[in-house]
């Protein structure tokens, strides 16, 4: 290695080959990283072509602009230190720079093949698997390090001498500082702009500010919880902690899914509007910074998030200037990937920050420095596995710790369907756990239980001063029903002193838990809001939106399940509901066909607030156009319908 080091180190590497090596392998790495992304459900899947294609070129640009900045440190160090242009040992040495590139580049593409095809890479390595692949690491860099050299050589083998090299080193010089421009120049235009829109002046931190804890729980119906009525009893702390809080009777969720209700909640804004509703999607541009955590930061709170890595991260989903610490990543970190996802437009800087984090992930997995996250076993392991006790404990550590007042979001995952596996046994009790139909509502009742006394747990410790000498705003809220049902779900405020204590019976949705707390902090409510605090007089006959992904045709090939897109002209919508006192209606976007039924189980009477399914409709519609979508398409196939 010396012999060949030595070879191609002076008399034939030159800062040109290694310029346009680096360049032509930063440009592969990026293009096959975006077919693999571009090709599966991704952020990307919204976009048109032609976005797609300039988040291609800008990543492009940009990681070879990177790449290009330490190139030239070391080119001019070349000539400083040797007085020649064109040769020397720090040339060669810079060729390092793009082997570790393509080394990365046919690490990820292997692993995106197996991945794609037979369902097998790195995520799913355990043990001394991951030593495995560390070692097919190292050994692909060493055969890509002579070919990388060899190619470097042979470009300058190809790169004529007197005015045809010249002219080639000007194109290139032209070239590279074409790609600073954009790559710098992109990210400072959009520093310009200034997207944060907060609408909330900032001022200095509330002497007494209380801490605020959003306890959301998944998948959790009213109707199988005590505290509203159901005749098991599930939820006897919460029932004793209502008498002296805020609980709302009927409550509904925006979105019939994880990702899109959590970010309903916490920004205070229609799915419709921010357009997430699928773990994949992403907030993009002034809505990445509008939002309840972001606000609170402006008055002087510490933000936290303790929930779940594939639906309800605030990091993955791009909500910026958020939250602190979201599951154990800081926000605020400093170095290239937060200043992608903060200075570079949403796209892009979502594309460029996902190239860092996939590879650095994985790195950070194959040398047992960090174990990775698999989506599909989170979605299918038990609630011990879910670590929500370990995350309370989190919480406890973090508010024992903090000096100044907290914003807590905590996701509570015990309640996942469709298997259930509660550490204590009580209307289950007999049943074989690893035999369980799914959804048995044995198993389910259970596992509520299991989550009402670690909620007492909470309380206890927060009401003996143990954990914190700041009183706390605690919010019981579920982000939606189980199977997803036209069903209430708890929503439960309990304030400082038992203050506001009272019982709705108009509707509530979670949009109105950002704006209810903002009321409470005495701070005004952003125009961006789409909610309506809950002490304010709420109208019986206010409608209340659900966004839903839609029935998804699901077919066998070759042994596995694949997912049939919806109509893309509502994408990523499939379905919109509009609730009126306890009547809802439902529109399939593909054939506009509606749906309709009553709420079962509702809390309260109903009179004239009832809708017909022409108003529905019209409000349905008028929805859409609120939040920018064409209903034209929809109008006509309403209007064919009734033909």
């Known amino acids: 290695m010396v012999s060949f080091f030595n070879k191609y180190s002076v008399k034939t590497l030159t800062p040109y080959s290694l310029l346009i090596t680096n360049l032509i392998v930063s440009v592969l790495y990026v293009s096959f990283e975006w077919l693999f992304i571009v090709t599966k459900p991704s952020f990307m899947s919204v976009l048109p072509i032609t976005e797609k294609i300039w988040v291609l070129i800008f990543g492009a640009i940009f990681l070879s602009a990177i790449t290009s900045i330490p190139l030239l440190i070391l080119i001019f160090l070349n000539a400083l230190l040797t007085g020649k242009t064109h040769s020397g040992k720090l040339i060669s040495l810079g060729f390092i720079l793009p082997v570790l590139t393509a080394t990365f580049m046919v690490f990820l593409l292997i692993d995106n093949f197996t991945y794609t095809v037979f369902r097998i890479g790195i995520v799913f390595t355990t043990g001394y698997l991951r030593g495995i692949y560390a070692l097919c690491l190292i050994v692909i860099g060493f055969i890509l390090f002579y070919e990388v050299f060899r190619f470097g050589a042979w470009i300058d083998s190809k790169n004529k001498v007197g005015d045809v090299r010249k002219r080639r080193q000007r194109k290139l010089a032209v070239i590279l500082g074409a790609m600073f421009i954009v790559s710098l120049g992109v990210p400072l235009v959009n520093g310009i702009k200034n997207p944060n829109g907060l609408d909330v002046v900032e001022k200095p931190m509330v002497k007494n500010a209380p801490n605020v804890i959003l306890f959301t729980i998944e998948s959790l119906d009213a109707s199988h919880m005590s505290v509203y009525g159901y005749d098991r009893d599930t939820t006897p702390f919460l029932e004793e902690l209502s008498k002296d809080s805020l609980i709302a009777l009927n409550a509904f969720s925006n979105a019939q899914g994880t990702t899109g209700s959590i970010t309903s909640i916490l920004t205070g804004k229609d799915p419709m509007d921010t357009r997430i509703i699928l773990a994949h999607d992403i907030l993009r541009g002034e809505d990445s910074y509008q939002h309840l955590p972001g606000i609170l930061k402006t008055q002087g709170y510490h933000t936290y998030q303790l929930s779940f890595n594939w639906y309800a991260d605030a990091i993955d989903l791009n909500f910026l200037n958020a939250f602190d610490t979201a599951n154990g990543r800081r926000e605020a970190a400093s170095g290239l990937p937060e200043f992608v996802r903060k200075y570079l437009p949403s796209d892009n800087g979502y594309f460029n920050y996902e190239l860092i984090t996939r590879l650095g992930d994985r790195l950070k997995h194959i040398f047992y420095i960090e174990e990775m996250d698999n989506p599909y076993l989170q979605l299918t392991k038990s609630m011990e596995q879910f670590n929500d006790r370990g995350k309370l404990q989190s919480l406890a550590t973090l508010l024992d710790e903090e000096d100044q007042p907290a914003f807590v979001h905590f996701h509570w995952m015990g309640t996942h369907g469709p298997y259930y596996f509660p550490q204590n046994r009580h209307f289950s009790s007999g049943k074989d756990i690893d035999d369980q139909e799914k959804y048995d509502m044995d198993f389910y009742d259970d596992s509520i239980l299991e989550m009402d006394k670690a909620i007492e747990s909470l309380y206890t410790e927060l009401a003996s001063g143990d954990l914190t000498e700041r009183e706390t705003v605690l919010v019981i809220a579920s982000d939606h029903s189980v199977q997803w049902t036209k069903s209430r779900l708890?929503?439960?405020?309990?304030?400082?002193?038992?203050?506001?204590?009272?019982?709705?019976?108009?509707?509530?949705?979670?949009?109105?838990?950002?704006?209810?707390?903002?009321?409470?902090?005495?701070?005004?409510?952003?125009?961006?809001?789409?909610?309506?605090?809950?002490?304010?007089?709420?109208?019986?006959?206010?409608?209340?939106?659900?966004?839903?992904?839609?029935?998804?045709?699901?077919?066998?090939?070759?042994?596995?399940?694949?997912?049939?897109?919806?109509?893309?002209?509502?994408?990523?919508?499939?379905?919109?509901?509009?609730?009126?006192?306890?009547?809802?209606?439902?529109?399939?976007?593909?054939?506009?066909?509606?749906?309709?039924?009553?709420?079962?189980?509702?809390?309260?009477?109903?009179?004239?607030?009832?809708?017909?399914?022409?108003?529905?409709?019209?409000?349905?519609?008028?929805?859409?156009?609120?939040?920018?979508?064409?209903?034209?398409?929809?109008?006509?196939?309403?209007?064919?319908?009734?033909?």
């Open 490 to 643: 708890p929503l439960i405020f309990h304030f400082p002193d038992h203050e506001n204590s009272k019982v709705i019976e108009e509707n509530a949705q979670n949009l109105d838990i950002a704006p209810t707390l903002l009321d409470y902090l005495d701070i005004p409510q952003p125009t961006w809001m789409a909610g309506q605090s809950l002490f304010t007089q709420l109208d019986k006959s206010r409608p209340i939106f659900t966004t839903v992904v839609g029935q998804a045709t699901v077919k066998k090939v070759s042994g596995k399940e694949v997912t049939e897109s919806v109509d893309w002209t509502f994408s990523p919508f499939g379905k919109l509901s509009v609730l009126v006192c306890d009547k809802w209606y439902e529109i399939k976007f593909e054939s506009a066909v509606i749906h309709w039924g009553s709420v079962d189980k509702y809390k309260g009477s109903c009179g004239d607030e009832r809708l017909t399914r022409n108003q529905a409709v019209d409000l349905m519609i008028e929805h859409l156009q609120d939040n920018g979508f064409d209903a034209s398409v929809l109008i006509n196939k309403r209007s064919s319908n009734k033909k």
